[in-house]
């Protein structure tokens, strides 16, 4: 199967900061990428869904000033959690599909502590 | 919404056979998938489903009613390390926009 590469694994940063996780597919283009949030012995939420070139389209309840998603080429897709808090600490999940997969690849997920 | 349904825990013996159910929302519906989850990593991918009937892949298979807006993933021959969190999840048309169940939590015990 195809390689998603999601980095950091794991972050801790201090309440108020900024962090920026990255998704990059390895050997194929990511024509679209979704970011899922999944909070301790919960299900993945859908936070958004990016395609190359345009802005992510936000799901409901999720600020899109506070999680900013950049897709700027067909092998990266960022997003960054501003000012983060406590709260916000969770496991954040990439997945990325092209036009030929009907699966989307997941990378190995980003656990974020904000103290 | 999409509301995808799916059982919270499920316990079984090893060597044993369970079945997995999940329902969800028929509108605008584009493919069933199932993943396993173990706790702490990213999930990984088990089936993909779009039209209906029973696709089967070594001890695991799913099936697909589409008129019925239900799934199940059926796991044969049960083994301790198939102890796992199993997440049903409904693609939908309009951005391949991909909804995930709550996950079913399933204890393999001997």
């Known amino acids: 199967g195809a390689v998603v590469s999601q980095h950091p694994s794991w972050v801790i940063c201090k309440s108020g900061t900024s962090v920026k996780i990255e998704c990059r597919s390895l050997?194929?283009?990511?024509?679209?990428m979704f970011w899922y949030r999944q909070f301790p012995k919960q299900s993945l939420m859908l936070m958004a869904t990016?395609?190359?070139?345009?802005?992510?389209?936000?799901e409901q309840g999720v600020e899109k000033d506070k999680f900013l998603i950049n897709h700027a080429s067909l092998t990266l897709s960022t997003l960054t959690v501003t000012s983060a808090h406590p709260e916000d600490s969770s496991f954040y999940i990439c997945s990325a599909r092209d036009i030929r997969n009907t699966e989307a690849f997941f990378g190995q997920g980003t656990r974020l502590t904000v103290v | 919404g999409q509301n995808i349904d799916q059982p919270t825990e499920m316990t079984a013996t090893e060597g044993a056979i369970v079945q997995i159910n999940c329902t969800y929302q028929t509108s605008g519906f584009n493919g069933l998938f199932w993943y396993q989850q173990h706790a702490g990593e990213a999930p990984t991918f088990l089936s993909y489903?779009?039209?209906?009937g029973l696709e089967e892949k070594g001890r695991f298979s799913s099936f697909l009613s589409r008129s019925k807006g239900y799934s199940y993933l059926l796991l044969k021959e049960l083994q301790m390390k198939d102890s796992a969190s199993y997440l049903c999840?409904?693609?939908?048309?309009?951005?391949?926009?991909?909804?995930f169940g709550a996950g079913t939590r399933l204890f393999v015990k001997a």
């Open positions: 050997d194929f283009q990511a024509t679209t």
């Open positions: 999840a409904a693609r939908y048309t309009g951005g391949f926009k991909t909804i």
């Open positions: 489903n779009v039209l209906d």
């Open positions: 990016s395609n190359e070139g345009s802005k992510a389209t936000y």
